[in-house]
């Protein structure tokens, strides 16, 4: 296509430009996930408040989702004592949370405060990982600039899992006086338990200098059990430990009157009665000179360690000495925890790191951010990129004590979609191999270590937690193919030859299989029948599968001789040499390669008594099956 024939000319198409600003309408639908990759997120929405709070290891975006979540709220408020000005930190409440027509905000059954005053006007900019919201009122005097993130640091799996979200506030003046404020910050009880509808097992604490402390006193292995912080960094807050003693909407109005009228009282929770109350806040003070800013990061962070869901694994055999599933002799054990309790002990262990490493974690993210937005790409190149990568940070991905990965393919707002790391669907994904290597090489390990048998079939959803897994259903080819070169990918990237080493003979029984199954007569294609993405198979050749066995077959020779295995090289380079021979002479039509749609002439094709009994049982369904073939 010539420059002329363009819908736009190329100085339009790859010019750089910021990344985009929402308003009004264009706000309703933001949400950017703020957590660790597999420890779950909260969404920082387009008004600037909390929504969306995933972090009980399962996915659950709407309140009520996970049966914990109906009081689920954090909140910033902003008091001007020389005015009386005050403020809930955030953009004016769109009709359409206020109403719940299918979408979410924060506060009492994701409703939102509705009747709090909030500023007027509300911007947001994302450039993943960081989210901007500006806010300005006319009667506030300071301007208003909120960026929350999580730290999200390529190569560093570690920080990059930590369960917490981080709201920097910054505060500036631009009038000609001094103005003084009062910043608060006010945290729900996230580990309270909805299903009993009772704080009597919840416990708060201050931490001192820092922040709150909110934790239950569910069993040891409860998946109930769990806690949550809230912090400030660079500063000491006024600390109240608990609310009012009441229900979630006492201890809310308590609060706002409390704080928009700078009558903060602190507390430490330690007064007789204390216990299952229901939040606690934190609240600074300062003035700022004109012309002078601060900015104060807000640490929220989530710990619930045990797990008891499980998907896609052989079911385990009953101990010898248990009676049955109502039994109460023995004590429920988690069937798995997350990565990030290997690595810290509760919420306040979590916010107590983020405040020692602060400064590193806030510069390592920005120097990610710097690299990829400062590059010469298109800005809505850099806007799909970037805002994909949040999936890392979504409950879509899940990461177990051993630091293995596990992925749905997606998520809906109140479930997983479609288990077990799919093959053929996170054949897609390129960021984690690329920022987080080391995790994409468990899920190498998690296909031909845990997901294969002994012929070399590997089931495409994998066990959670790691296991073995059923091998009755189709393998997928473009999924176990796929994975040959994905093997080949991660062992480029890393250079690890005792990983290699470890992998390599597993990886060759897997494309063996793979060449008896689909092409068992060396023709270079795979022609019997082959499952794929499309969630049906393929019969005959086409050049889709094609493609992906080719690759397989030079990933292979390649894997060969960087294995020690050159004897191994030529029998899959030969057969991808006669497969690439196949497809430009009986594929190609001169414009794109066909599939050849095949019912007979395959060793899986069906009978004349088969057929003869689908014309009896399902005339349709054969009349199509012989005019147009299988699917």
Request: glycine share 10%; charged share 20%; proline share 8%.
């Amino acid at each position: 296509m010539t420059a002329k024939a363009m819908p736009y000319p190329p100085e339009t198409l790859y010019r750089r430009q910021p990344q985009r600003t929402f308003r009004g309408r264009h706000l309703l639908q933001i949400t950017l996930p703020m957590g660790g990759i597999g420890a779950g997120c909260i969404g920082l929405n387009g008004q600037g408040g909390l929504q969306d709070f995933s972090i009980r290891n399962t996915p659950a975006t709407s309140a009520l989702a996970d049966g914990h979540a109906a009081g689920d709220a954090a909140f910033a408020t902003l008091y001007l004592p020389a005015s009386g000005v005050a403020r809930l930190v955030e953009g004016p409440m769109p009709a359409e949370r206020v109403y719940d027509q299918g979408l979410k905000g924060q506060g009492y059954r994701a409703g939102g405060h509705e009747g709090l005053p909030r500023f007027r006007e509300v911007t947001f900019t994302g450039s993943y990982p960081f989210g901007q919201v500006t806010l300005a009122d006319p009667e506030v005097p300071l301007k208003v600039r909120l960026t929350g993130f999580s730290p999200f640091i390529p190569l560093d799996d570690k920080d990059s899992s930590l369960p917490c979200a981080i709201l920097e506030y910054t505060l500036s003046n631009p009038t000609g006086e001094r103005v003084p404020y009062e910043l608060g910050y006010h945290l729900s009880h996230l580990a309270f338990n909805s299903t009993s509808q009772s704080y009597a097992r919840t416990r708060n604490q201050a931490i001192p200098g820092a922040g709150v402390y909110l934790y239950n006193v569910e069993a040891e292995g409860s998946p109930l059990a769990g806690s949550c912080a809230l912090g400030v960094v660079g500063a000491t807050p006024v600390i109240k430990a608990q609310w009012f003693r009441g229900g979630w909407f006492d201890g809310i109005s308590a609060l706002w009157r409390e704080v928009s009228t700078g009558s903060f009282t602190p507390n430490d929770a330690s007064t007789p009665g204390s216990q299952g109350r229901n939040g606690g806040s934190i609240l600074v003070k300062g003035e700022l000179a004109p012309g002078e800013q601060v900015t104060l990061p807000i640490v929220l962070a989530w710990y619930f360690p045990n797990v008891d869901t499980t998907y896609g694994g052989q079911p385990a055999a009953p101990a010898e000495d248990a009676c049955g599933p109502e039994c109460a002799c023995h004590p429920t054990s988690p069937r798995w925890q997350p990565y990030y309790t290997t690595q810290w002990k509760d919420a306040w262990d979590v916010v107590a790191y983020v405040r020692d490493h602060y400064a590193s974690l806030r510069a390592r993210t920005q120097a990610f951010h710097d690299a990829l937005f400062h590059s010469t790409l298109p800005g809505y190149v850099l806007d799909a990129v970037s805002a994909n990568l949040a999936i890392l940070k979504s409950p879509t991905v899940l990461r177990q004590a051993n630091g293995n990965v596990w992925a749905w393919e997606g998520c809906f707002s109140t479930s997983g979609c479609c288990h077990g790391s799919c093959t053929h669907v996170w054949n897609y994904a390129q960021a984690m191999p690329h920022l987080f290597p080391a995790l994409e090489r468990t899920l190498r390990e998690q296909e031909l270590e845990r997901s294969m048998d002994e012929r070399g079939h590997v089931t495409f959803r994998a066990a959670l937690p790691d296991g073995p897994v059923d091998h009755t259903f189709h393998a997928a080819a473009d999924g176990q193919l796929g994975g040959i070169m994905k093997l080949y990918r991660e062992w480029q990237i890393s250079g690890d030859q005792g990983w290699l080493a470890e992998l390599y003979p597993l990886a060759r029984r897997s494309l063996d299989f793979c060449i008896a199954t689909w092409d068992p007569d060396h023709l270079g294609v795979p022609v019997e029948p082959h499952h794929n993405t499309y969630d049906i198979e393929f019969w005959g050749p086409d050049g889709l599968i094609a493609s992906f066995y080719l690759g397989a077959l030079e990933a292979m020779t390649r894997l060969a001789q960087d294995a020690g295995h050159p004897e191994d090289a030529p029998y899959y380079r030969e057969l991808a040499q006669k497969g690439a021979r196949y497809l430009e002479e009986r594929l190609f039509n001169g414009e794109y390669f066909e599939q050849k749609v095949m019912l007979e002439g395959l060793r899986a094709s069906p009978s004349a008594l088969a057929l003869a009994q689908l014309r009896v049982d399902n005339p349709e369904e054969y009349d199509l099956l012989v005019k147009e073939g299988p699917k």
